[in-house]
Structure formats: C-alpha cells, structure tokens
C-alpha cells in the first residue's frame, strides 16, 4: 500500500503564487504517471495537470495552462505543482493522485479521467482571495 501527502495549500492573493508538493510513502509511484485534480465547493472534481513518470511529458487543462507547472523528482517520491497567477477561481481542495493506467510511457488526454486513478492524498486546500 502507498500513500500520498500533499501539503503547501494555503491562502493567497490574487496574483500571487503557492507551490504545492505531493510526497508519496509506503511504495514507489516513479514509475506512473502522476495527476493534480481539484475541487471546489459545490462542484465536480476537476483535472488539473499530469506528468508521465520521467518528466518529460505533461498534460494540462486549459485553464491551467502558462499558469501552471508540474514537475516531479522520483528520486524524493514527490511531484510538484507550481501555481503562478492564481485567480479567486482557482480556490479548490488540491488532490494529488496515481494514474495506475499509465506507466513507462508518456500521458495522453485520457489521463484527465479521474478514473484512470487509483491512490489520492487527502488533498490541500487553496484559497486565493480577492
């Protein structure tokens, strides 16, 4: 069994920045792909970014895109998410999460299927005032 902890939420103003991380313990994930979803009060998870297990491939919503930037560093068993620019909608809990669908190989858009997802921290709350 594995488990992922995220942490680095917390309340921000408009414009500003916040860098989330998702440490992962118990088992290693380097290989998967991994997922950055969010929720908002009141509304569906949302898919956020997803990068493949080496890096060198990654997948963004629209929203997010030139505002958000995942990484990861499997030598520490942890991804990252770097949110630049927030915006008063992007106040969600942030969930990091295992795409066990997709491994050794690059993320395609069927990773934005919450579905493809089996480990899920418990999530990060960011809250970016106005």
């Known amino acids: 069994q594995g488990q992922l902890v995220e942490s680095g939420g917390g309340l921000v103003q408009a414009g500003g920045s916040l860098r989330l991380s998702c440490a992962a313990s118990?088992?290693?994930?380097?290989?998967?792909?991994m997922g950055w979803f969010r929720q908002a009060p009141g509304k569906e998870r949302e898919f956020v970014a997803v990068i493949s297990w080496s890096g060198r491939s990654t997948y963004y919503a629209d929203s997010m895109k030139g505002r958000f930037t995942i990484s990861r560093d499997n030598a520490k068993n942890t991804v990252y998410l770097q949110m630049n620019s927030l915006k008063p909608e992007d106040t969600a809990v942030y969930y990091c999460?295992?795409?066990?669908?997709?491994?050794?190989?690059?993320?395609?858009?069927?990773?934005?299927?919450?579905?493809?997802?089996?480990?899920w921290g418990q999530g990060t709350q960011v809250t970016v005032s106005s």
């Open positions: 118990g088992r290693t994930f380097s290989m998967y792909a």
């Open positions: 999460a295992v795409d066990s669908h997709t491994r050794g190989v690059p993320v395609t858009t069927s990773s934005a299927n919450y579905l493809s997802y089996d480990y």
